[in-house]
């Protein structure tokens, strides 16, 4: 068992480090060849569409890698996915409406991204499901080398953030074509006109929305809770700020995708044990947060020594000073990759509607901390609000997650 899952775990973390670090040159790439100002802005349309459509994706992907019994077709979760990306395009030309029309072909470009995102996400979980992550892998690697060529030369030339989204879009529309394909070499095929026949919401699209809304719900607040941060600093400090917590903040980012790794390697074996034998489940669990926490530690401590030093390396002296915000930001980390598994593992016991409650308690608790700090400290009380709500995400999740274990072990 063990020997499957570090097969599929090294191939996930190699591929997902990868992304993360094409992510991450993106980041430096905008700040280089742009400005702080346009990677604030970046920023920005990012922290907007990202928790809209991490509420329009309503996490399909864990239901179909943990669809242990088979009870929805791929075709059902497909159209399903399809359906609510449309709803997510819509509601965020609305907000934009709203917010700053100035931002509308920006919002546009980022939800047409956000779309192609959420297809591949589903291929990666088809990918997840049957255990083949080294295809998984080749995707992100396609699509780390493709995004920092095609996207630095659009920004090289053209100095323009609306290009370079464009550029982003037409890799993902690639990356999209290649998990088909490598899809089809597996003997799996998607019949797209079972997809897109009509009538589009049928009895067994209605039911995956069902279950999955509270997990939609968890993932937006989730995505909320690492943005609210950028639109106070938004709000009450500028685009420069921005574009330096920004830069800081893919810390967090990197580590994340991290966890999203072993996160997606793990899943599909944990709804296999929950199945199967809870006390080999529990114990899986408990390791993964141990692990967290042991390599959060030491994250905390290389970032307040050698801090100052790696952003100046990585981006310029502008950086320096913020060695503090690095460590916030590792310890938000560790305290949402242990909600990240714990949270897994709700989803495994289709613990579900709990998790969106937490999240509104964890939601409103950052950003009320982060109205009072950020005027006053500026950038490292965002690095505190986002603690704060992923110290209550993390501690809410172990709590619930014990009792309905004790709950289940009791019956």
């Not at 934009?96 to 100035?102: E, N, R």
């Not at 995708?257 to 044990?273: D, G, M, N, P």
């Not at 690095?326 to 990240?340: G, Q």
Request: hydrophobic letters at 55%; charged letters at 10%.
């Amino acid at each position: 068992m063990f020997e499957k899952v570090s097969t599929n775990f090294l191939w996930s973390l190699f591929g997902r480090v990868l992304y993360a670090i094409s992510q991450w040159c993106l980041v430096v790439i905008i700040l280089k060849l742009g400005s702080i100002k346009i990677l604030g802005l970046f920023g920005i349309v990012m922290g907007i569409s990202s928790p809209i459509f991490a509420f329009a994706n309503l996490n399909i992907r864990s239901l179909l890698a943990t669809d242990f019994k088979k009870n929805n077709s791929l075709e059902d979760y497909y159209k399903t996915r399809l359906l609510t990306s449309i709803f997510g395009i819509l509601l965020l030309i609305i907000l934009t409406i709203f917010y700053d029309t100035s931002l509308m072909e920006l919002m546009f470009v980022a939800a047409i991204v956000k779309l192609f995102d959420a297809i591949s996400d589903l291929n990666q979980g088809v990918f997840q499901k049957v255990e083949r992550l080294d295809k998984s892998a080749y995707s992100l690697i396609i699509a780390t080398v493709l995004s920092v060529s095609i996207s630095s030369l659009s920004l090289y030339y053209f100095k323009s953030l609306l290009l370079f989204l464009l550029s982003l879009a037409l890799v993902k529309l690639i990356v999209i074509v290649v998990e088909f394909f490598m899809m089809s070499e597996l003997g799996i095929n998607i019949s797209f006109k079972e997809v897109l026949r009509q009538p589009f919401l049928e009895c067994r699209q209605k039911k995956i929305i069902l279950s999955s809304v509270p997990l939609g719900i968890t993932a937006c607040l989730v995505s909320l809770n690492s943005n609210i941060p950028r639109y106070l600093i938004d709000k009450f400090l500028g685009a420069s700020h921005l574009g330096v917590y920004v830069g800081i903040g893919y810390f967090l980012v990197g580590a994340a995708v991290i966890t999203v790794a072993v996160k997606q390697a793990v899943i599909s074996r944990l709804a296999e044990l929950w199945h199967t034998n809870t006390d080999k489940f529990v114990s899986f669990v408990l390791t993964l947060c141990f692990l967290s926490v042991f390599v959060g530690f030491v994250a905390i401590v290389l970032s307040i020594t050698f801090g100052d030093m790696v952003l100046k390396v990585i981006y310029d002296d502008s950086f320096v000073g913020n060695s503090n915000l690095v460590a916030l930001m590792f310890s938000a980390a560790t305290l949402m990759a242990v909600y990240s598994f714990v949270n897994a593992s709700l989803t495994v016991m289709r613990v579900l509607k709990p998790q969106a409650f937490i999240s509104m308690i964890s939601i409103f608790l950052s950003f009320s901390v982060g109205v009072i700090l950020i005027p006053k400290f500026g950038i490292i009380g965002a690095g505190v609000s986002v603690n704060i709500g992923s110290f209550v995400f993390s501690l809410s999740s172990v709590v619930i997650f014990y009792k309905n274990l004790q709950r289940t072990v009791t019956s």
